[in-house]
């Protein structure tokens, strides 16, 4: 199964793909998708929108996963990080894939083993689970935080329903 994992941003949007093929996970791609802080809003959110919809056309992922965002003291920047996630979801759902959705706390717990670590462990734990990977910025290693957080989702789901239906074959 290939996994997309996008971290929301309107400045910049963290992608990253990883083939989740039984417990090997095996890194294919990241990057990000920006834009430019003086444009207008709108432009801003279509330049993400036709960014990120070549990213899942190139890279034709099974599933995506998204990070949830959270309230921050500035309104303003709360409500323009929601329209960001926005696209962040309306891509993956116009290709017709599942989607995922992750607490911050949730993703770093599942990745660093803690639930409050900070992007230079994110950064260090993406790379020690896919040794040799470049990574493209601290937006891009947090997405595939995100990627790696719902294949562990997956797998565990995996897991209990193979354990359901053995228990229910006795």
Known sequence: MRVIGIDPGLRCLGWGVIDVEGSRIVHVANG??????????AERLLSL???LT???????PDAAAVEQTFVNKDAVGTLKLGQARGIAM???A???LPIGEYLPNAVKKAVVGVGHADKRQI???????MPGVQLA???AADALAIALCHAHHLQSANRLTDALARAGGR
Do not use: F, I, N
């Open 94 to 96: 116009e290709a017709g």
């Open 54 to 60: 070549q990213v899942v056309a190139a890279h034709a």
């Open 90 to 92: 309306l891509v993956p």
């Open 32 to 41: 990000t998708c920006t834009s430019e802080g003086s444009a207008p809003l």
């Open 137 to 139: 910025g601290p937006d």
């Open 123 to 129: 950064q260090h734990m993406v790379k020690l689970q």
């Open 49 to 51: 929108y036709r960014q």
